[in-house]
């Protein structure tokens, strides 16, 4: 779907800061390229296109306020998000599927969740819905954006500078990071019927 080098050369700085923001926390975000787009930064960043001193910290902090919007979100619309009715931007199998995701794991759903697409999306906002306290909140959430941005940010960082002509295989490796991404949420998604009639 996405041209990642075009749209981070394009973009730039605001550009990334803006859909790691979008991602993280407005429900809307869901279907941008969060860990393929930090990945590619950093390699960019490796071409001297990028600065990575500011680029890892200015990701860090838009998935931090990303989050915390998500969660201010849940917190104000409360319960009545599970009734919403469908839209082109908004799907209430999205929020209940990371509802029961944050049901499993507590409050280290804040953190698992960046690293699982669609999810990291709407975990913060049933932490709102949950009433989750802030102060455990914004722990987890510091954890989890540092992890996922700066530890994505840096790989493709560290890959672009050491392996020579890295450029040529950026494209496979994007696809592998891609595959691999999807892996937890497939994996969640093959224990979710088990554990439906676990609890009938």
Same mark, same amino acid.
């Given at each position: 779907?996405?041209?990642?080098?075009?749209? &981070?050369?394009?973009?730039?700085?605001?550009?990334?800061?803006?859909?790691?923001?979008?991602?993280?926390? *407005?429900? @809307?975000?869901?279907? !941008?390229?969060?860990?393929? #787009?930090?990945?590619?930064?950093?390699?960019?960043?490796?071409?001297?296109?990028? %600065?990575?001193?500011? #680029?890892?910290?200015? #990701?860090? /902090?838009?998935?931090?306020?990303?989050?915390? =919007?998500?969660?201010?979100?849940?917190?104000?619309?409360?319960? $009545? &998000?599970? %009734?919403?009715?469908?839209?082109?931007?908004?799907?209430?199998?999205?929020?209940? $599927?990371?509802? $029961?995701?944050? #049901?499993?794991?507590?409050?280290?759903?804040? /953190?698992?969740?960046?690293?699982?697409?669609?999810?990291? =999306?709407?975990?913060?906002?049933?932490?709102?819905?949950?009433?989750?306290?802030?102060?455990?909140?914004?722990?987890? %959430? !510091? /954890?989890?954006? @540092? *992890?996922?941005?700066?530890?994505? =940010?840096?790989?493709?960082? =560290? *890959?672009?500078?050491? &392996?020579?002509?890295?450029?040529?295989?950026?494209?496979?490796?994007?696809?592998?990071?891609? *595959?691999?991404?999807?892996?937890?949420?497939?994996?969640?998604?093959?224990?979710?019927?088990?554990? %439906?009639?676990?609890? $009938?």
């Amino acid at each position: 779907m996405f041209d990642l080098v075009n749209l &981070i050369e394009t973009g730039g700085y605001l550009g990334l800061f803006a859909i790691i923001f979008a991602e993280s926390g *407005l429900f @809307f975000g869901f279907f !941008l390229p969060g860990d393929s #787009l930090l990945f590619t930064a950093g390699f960019i960043a490796a071409q001297g296109l990028l %600065n990575i001193w500011l #680029l890892a910290p200015l #990701l860090f /902090v838009a998935a931090v306020l990303g989050d915390s =919007t998500g969660y201010a979100f849940g917190k104000k619309v409360g319960p $009545k &998000i599970f %009734n919403r009715p469908e839209s082109r931007f908004f799907k209430p199998t999205h929020i209940t $599927k990371a509802n $029961k995701f944050f #049901l499993t794991h507590g409050n280290n759903a804040i /953190v698992l969740a960046r690293f699982i697409p669609i999810i990291r =999306t709407f975990v913060p906002i049933v932490a709102g819905v949950g009433s989750m306290p802030y102060r455990n909140f914004i722990i987890y %959430n !510091l /954890v989890g954006g @540092f *992890l996922w941005t700066v530890g994505l =940010t840096v790989l493709g960082y =560290t *890959l672009g500078a050491q &392996i020579p002509e890295a450029e040529k295989y950026l494209h496979w490796i994007i696809a592998v990071i891609i *595959l691999t991404s999807f892996l937890p949420a497939l994996k969640h998604l093959k224990r979710e019927p088990k554990i %439906n009639q676990a609890s $009938k």
